[in-house]
């Protein structure tokens, strides 16, 4: 219907801004994310837009995001069998696209769970399972160690937390581990340590 909708912010609430197009305010509901990046009351922002209609409901809400990145992947979640559009928005106001690529990577639908509110445990599994198969071949390589070690809690000491990342990004055991062998700090900073000395070879 609207593929995108753009104008100056005439109002931002906690979870929707209101975009004046032509004399028109459009009452758009979006993550956190969207909306510190659509800037201050009186700037142009443009937003790509979801449709949400539910005759049966009496339903007709507009979903809006910064860009197309979020929009498909708002449009994935929603796609899960019993997760509805809030949800949706209250897990892309809490976890960056990359990080959640990360999860269903790994099957930590924990972190999931934990970011995301009215969520549960049960329904984070459900989104890492039924979209596992259309994350399969996605390059998280670009992944920062700092979102990396955010996520990723595996290991029974710090060394083993930091490999266990370098793991996750796609290094095998032995490199990952020869990586951090002589990596001191914390978890984060031995990520780092082991970045640099994987990419010298």
Do not use: W
């Amino acid at each position: 219907m609207f593929y995108y909708i753009s104008g100056t912010v005439a109002y931002k609430g906690d979870s929707f801004a209101v975009i004046d197009t032509n004399g028109i305010g459009y009452k758009i509901y979006a993550s956190s994310m969207t909306l510190e990046k659509m800037g201050s009351i009186g700037d142009f922002a443009k937003l790509y837009t979801y449709a949400n209609f539910k005759a049966s409901a009496d339903i007709f809400d507009l979903y809006g995001f910064a860009d197309l990145e979020e929009q498909k992947l708002f449009e994935m979640i929603i796609g899960v069998s019993r997760v509805g559009a809030k949800t949706a928005i209250a897990l892309l106001s809490n976890i960056s696209p990359s990080k959640f690529a990360l999860c269903v990577v790994t099957n930590d639908y924990k972190y999931i769970a934990s970011k995301t509110p009215g969520l549960g445990a049960k329904g984070a599994e459900r989104i890492v399972l039924e979209l596992k198969d259309k994350f399969r071949d996605t390059d998280i390589g670009h992944i920062s160690a700092e979102e990396v070690t955010e996520v990723y809690h595996g290991g029974s000491s710090e060394r083993d937390e930091a490999a266990g990342a370098l793991i996750v990004l796609g290094y095998s055991p032995q490199e990952a581990k020869r990586a951090v062998a002589s990596a001191t700090g914390t978890v984060e900073e031995m990520v780092k340590t082991g970045l640099k000395n994987l990419m010298k070879g």
